[in-house]
């Protein structure tokens, strides 16, 4: 299929830091780590990015990964940040139906 461009004018949103770093999301999801086998998790954990400040380092998570562009009225995500939640979210999936497929 196809696929045609045009030059548009975007907002470009960064969310800020306390020491007036911009946070930059991370390539790291606590989708991959083993405690979110945990049933209760997977169910009651609302999905976060990881994010560290470019200035002071400061890591935390927020839930949205950022920066966005903004386009009439619409945020639009990075590929590479959607991409790599997408797949951590599968492989929790997948190592989750592993588990309890195993017990029956
Ligand atoms: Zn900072």
Do not use: N
């Not at 830091?17 to 049933?39: N, P, Q, S």
């Not at 009651?44 to 927020?62: A, I, L, M, N």
Request: one cysteine or more; glycine letters at 6%; hydrophobic letters at 30%.
């Amino acid at each position: 299929m196809e696929t045609k461009s045009k030059t548009v004018e975007v907002e470009f949103i960064e969310q800020l830091c306390e020491c007036g770093g911009v946070l930059r999301t991370l390539d790291r999801h606590a989708e991959r780590t083993d405690k979110w086998m945990e049933e209760q998790i997977i169910h009651t954990h609302p999905t976060t990015w990881d994010v560290k400040c470019s200035k002071c380092g400061q890591e935390s998570s927020t839930s949205f990964p950022w920066p966005v562009i903004k386009y009439k009225g619409k945020r639009f995500l990075l590929e590479e940040h959607v991409k790599g939640k997408v797949s951590a979210l599968t492989a929790l999936l997948r190592r989750y139906s592993e588990k309890h497929s195993k017990r029956g």
